[in-house]
């Protein structure tokens, strides 16, 4: 299985981004081997912003890709608003909380279903740190209306393994496969797979070969599809705290620039930077072992000093710094030194007040 380019530089990055070929894209996004853009990773871990990136690739306002990235900010305006609350269901699905399983079976898991399109994706997973967003749906649908499962186990499950894993973007697309954060269930067939992925993910035959109506049935029904029987693969480990780095340790600076794993673009000239590890924003949905060392091969080329500590040590640590600098982000905030100035994210779409509940209606207010 070939692993994707995808080096953490912000060289690579704007490689990456010039590469992009927008009308291919637009042809053929739904297939798993169609021209997609990669840029996932860079633009959550903050070495692309999104205004840049539609700035470089200069498209209408109605193009395919514009669409896509509206998405992105979509999810990250829920977020704003609902905060914590985007990892409980937002409304009722088809069948009551009680009916989901809350643990992600371990035939899941090792992808070993016996269903070659869920196998064929964790295997990918696992292989690349990366998946395809028709895959995700897929992947997904399965979990949570062919197998019962509660769409919070697979969101946190996939989040783990993801090098773009993003709170917002992935828990929010797995509510609205399950039909908890939008108005019906996300549901595939064997023949929508065969359309768009390769031979060896085609599952004609399989426990999730029938039509679309059976499958809303099976959706709103509590029995699930039978268990797969075989070996499979491991799972990669997942860490809350990542090896190396040392302990904060007060310092003494006019200035310092805060990096972290949310903001590996460049750093300011001249400024001291100290990247930082806070373990508590890690805690609740630790990461790959892949997904740190993409993070921290980035953080050791922007500097030497890596702290990995708890928000308290890193406060106490700073405490003797005049100006503390660093970039905004929803997955750290909470943990960063209170006197930080933080940088706000950059938007291409302007801010929507109160909380949308669709994407139309936050697509059609922001175009407004």
Known sequence: ???????????????????????????????????????SPYLTHGLLTVPE???????????????????????????????????RSLHD???????????????????????????????TLYATGTLHNHARMWLASYVVHGRKVHWRAGADWLYAHLLDGD???????????????SHRPYLFDAANVARFAPRA?????????????????????????????????DEPACTARPAGGMAPARLEADEVWL?????????????????VVITE????????????????????????????GSARQVAAALAPVARVRTQANPHIDRWLPPGAERLPEARHFPAVAPVCGSFSRWWSRVQR
């Not at 892949?290 to 922007?302: I, M, N």
């Open 1 to 39: 299985m070939t692993e994707p380019d995808l080096p953490p530089t912000r060289d690579a990055a704007l490689a990456r981004l010039a590469a992009v070929d927008a009308a291919a894209y637009a042809r053929t996004r739904n297939h798993l081997q169609g021209a997609v853009t990669g840029l």
């Open 201 to 233: 993910w085609h599952s004609a035959g399989s426990a999730i070969d029938m039509s679309y109506e059976a499958w809303d049935d099976f959706a709103r029904r509590p029995e699930c599809l039978p268990a797969g029987e075989g070996a499979g693969v």
């Open 281 to 308: 924003a890690h805690e609740r949905h630790p990461w790959s072992l892949r997904r740190w060392d993409w993070v921290l091969g980035r953080l050791g080329q922007l500097t030497g000093e890596l702290w990995v």
């Open 93 to 123: 699905g088809p069948l009551p909380e009680s009916a989901y399983a809350r643990e992600l079976p371990q035939d899941i898991r090792r992808g070993a279903t016996g269903v070659p399109v869920v196998d064929e994706a964790v295997h």
């Open 167 to 181: 709170l917002a973007s992935n828990h929010l697309s797995w509510q609205w496969v399950a039909g908890t954060g």
């Open 53 to 87: 990136s539609l700035a470089a690739l200069a498209l209408p306002p109605a193009h395919k890709l514009v669409y896509e990235f509206g998405w992105r900010e979509f999810f990250r305006h829920v977020w704003e608003h609902r905060r914590d609350g985007i990892l």
């Open 259 to 275: 990096a972290h794993p949310w903001a590996l673009g460049d750093s300011p000239p001249g400024v001291r930077v100290v990247a």
